[in-house]
């Protein structure tokens, strides 16, 4: 089982940057694709960025292509997204999640993932 925490967000000025961190305590964070999902107050939650097990395959919304880069560090256990040139609809409360089963390639589709973290807000402001 993992056990996900995210890190990082915050309030930031329209243009600013951000980097939020999910930290994994399972053993099997290795072996599990990992994915970044956002949701705004009164939207459904949406796709945002994700990684294969080794960081050598990554997908991303098109909303956030060019600007955000998803990376992971599989000696400390997390993954990372990096978010520049926000912009006030990036606003949105974000989590990671993990799909385990043994080095599944990353998906799109929130009910492919397993775990949840509890998610941290990013507030940006125009």
């Known amino acids: 089982q993992e056990h996900l925490v995210e890190s990082g967000g915050g309030l930031v000025q329209a243009g600013g940057s951000l980097r939020l961190s999910c930290a994994a305590s399972?053993?099997?964070?290795?072996?599990?694709?990992m994915g970044w999902f956002r949701q705004a107050p009164g939207k459904e939650r949406e796709f945002v960025a994700a990684?294969?097990?080794?960081?050598?395959?990554?997908y991303y919304a098109d909303s956030v292509k060019g600007r955000f880069t998803i990376s992971r560090d599989n000696a400390k256990n997390t993954v990372y997204l990096q978010i520049n040139s926000l912009k006030p609809e990036d606003t949105a409360v974000y989590y990671c999640?993990?799909?385990?089963?043994?080095?599944?390639?990353?998906?799109?589709?929130?009910?492919?993932?397993?775990?949840w973290g509890q998610g941290t807000q990013v507030t940006v402001s125009s």
């Open positions: 999640a993990s799909r385990n089963g043994g080095l599944l390639m990353p998906s799109i589709r929130p009910l492919s993932y397993d775990y």
């Open positions: 990684i294969s097990w080794s960081g050598g395959t990554t």
């Open positions: 399972g053993r099997t964070f290795r072996s599990a694709a």
